[in-house]
């Protein structure tokens, strides 16, 4: 009867954790419905098919990179430059992956591989907050599941806003285009909260930001160098707290 037993726990075990990860994944899924609902919408009052912005949605899987070039897309931007931007912008993606790699000492690199490439700002910040799952067995499924669940939110939502994007009325569709803010806040804020420094980060990146389109920069060439000139500031800004920790 113990053997018996100890050959079910794994795949229990499995389950239980694909259901943890779910759940995990559920405030994420919640916050991304409205605004790939939003992406969808804008992306189809700008010209892109339905099928374009589905498939824009399943190869990049990155909201503000999607945002921007949609932006770049309607104003007449050119794809080289809409390529150079979402690449820029999405850079930390590349540091972000190595992070949650390094993090996930227990599960195999083949495994972990597949998984960073659903890695956004969303994902990695809320596997960032399940350390412990990290270290038990099947820590992979926990993860897989999470990251699945805010796929399929997104690539769900932006085929939806898709559909609608013909008969949503411009007010109401731009009204929606406040939740992706309030998400960004909703991540900023406990981080904020742990690390006063990242706080001079946020703000000295939105004052770049500003300031560029002041000067002249477009709206997306404005969010990559404040995007580029934050990131890099807290090479220093952050240095002291890294140690300390």
Excluded: C
């Excluded at 949605?57 to 949609?70: N, R, W, Y």
């Amino acid at each position: 009867m113990q053997s018996h037993a100890v050959k079910h726990a794994g795949p229990s075990s499995r389950l239980h954790m694909l259901r943890r990860g779910m759940l995990a994944g559920s405030p994420i899924m919640l916050g991304y419905l409205p605004i790939a609902l939003t992406y969808g919408v804008l992306a189809s009052q700008s010209g892109m098919s339905l099928s374009e912005l589905t498939l824009m949605s399943l190869l990049v899987f990155a909201g503000a990179a999607q945002f921007l070039a949609v932006g770049m897309l309607a104003s007449g931007t050119g794809i080289f430059e809409i390529v150079v931007a979402t690449f820029v912008l999405n850079f930390r993606h590349f540091v972000m992956s190595l992070s949650f790699v390094n993090r996930l000492k227990k599960i195999a690199l083949r495994a972990k591989l597949p998984m960073t490439l659903g890695l956004t700002d969303e994902t990695f910040t809320v596997s960032a907050l399940y350390r412990k799952e990290a270290k038990e067995e099947n820590s992979a499924y926990f993860f897989s599941a999470l990251i699945i669940t805010a796929y399929v939110s997104w690539v769900g939502g932006s085929f939806l806003g898709g559909v609608l994007g013909d008969v949503m009325p411009e007010r109401l569709s731009e009204s929606m285009g406040v939740a992706l803010y309030a998400m960004f806040i909703g991540l900023l804020v406990p981080s904020v909260k742990k690390h006063y420094r990242i706080a001079i980060v946020a703000s000295l990146a939105m004052m770049i930001n500003y300031f560029a389109q002041q000067i002249g920069f477009s709206q997306g060439w404005a969010i990559v160098l404040g995007t580029v000139a934050g990131g890099f500031s807290g090479i220093w800004i952050l240095a002291d707290e890294e140690e300390e920790m």
